[in-house]
């Protein structure tokens, strides 16, 4: 069974410019979590997707924002992109509410 | 926002030791779960807890649900150099729509 993928694996943007990061979950889940984990921290819940409605939402400014496809594939949107954006941006999926299983992460470069 | 109180933030143990980490909290949690993350990669998920008091092994791996419900731990027994990486406790702490809440890692270094 194939895992959770993200694409792209690294991504470098400049200050300002937008980013859009993407999410296949396991075949089957429903739900789509977003985390950011920045250098030397623990994960930061950014967004939560299920069944195609936004479910809960982490303390992140409106630039972050997202969706949620009929497929249950996401995208992540970063939009004015700033410097302390740099992270490892990781996707989640699960069938139940607690059991979720991550991707690889994608690298987002600032600079 | 929020996170979980994990320790220790790192260690550095003899191949064949004996591992033990905690989390902790002052609320209450109805779910625990132990991840374990390699350089480069996500997380991957070990064991996860639902009941107070619950004892779960997988493989070498044992982690328990503290019967208060504001704690939880896991141990690895007998290191091998593969254990080398962060692992993350996480946390829900009601059902339905609220999101984990993690710690911020505990990094592991296994000496041959």
């Known amino acids: 069974e194939a895992g959770v993928t993200q694409s792209p694996t690294h991504l470098i943007k400049t200050r300002g410019q937008q980013a859009t990061l993407r999410c296949s979950p396991i075949?089957?889940?429903?739900?789509v979590y977003w985390y950011q984990q920045a250098l030397g921290l623990g994960l930061q819940f950014l967004l939560w997707?299920?069944?195609?409605?936004?479910?809960n939402r982490g303390n992140f400014p409106p630039r972050f924002s997202g969706r949620q496809f009929p497929n249950y594939s996401s995208e992540l949107n970063v939009n004015a992109l700033e410097l302390e954006d740099s992270a490892l941006y990781l996707c989640a999926s699960s069938l139940a509410e607690v059991e979720q299983y991550f991707g690889p992460g994608t690298r987002l470069t600032v600079t | 926002g929020q996170q979980l109180n994990q320790s220790p933030q790192s260690m550095f143990i003899q191949e064949g030791e004996d591992v033990s980490m905690n989390c902790t909290s002052s609320s209450i949690f109805n779910t625990w779960l132990w991840y374990k993350q390699d350089p480069g990669e996500g997380p991957v998920l070990l064991i996860a807890l639902y009941k107070a008091g619950e004892l779960t092994s997988n493989g070498r791996l044992t982690a328990q649900f503290g019967i208060t419900r504001k704690d939880s731990f896991l141990n690895i027994s007998a290191s091998i150099p593969s254990d080398v990486g962060i692992y993350f406790c996480a946390g829900q702490r009601h059902s339905g729509n609220t999101p984990l809440v993690f710690g911020k890692g505990t990094r592991l270094s296994v000496i041959a």
């Open positions: 997707y299920d069944e195609g409605e936004e479910r």
């Open positions: 075949s089957g889940h429903t739900s």
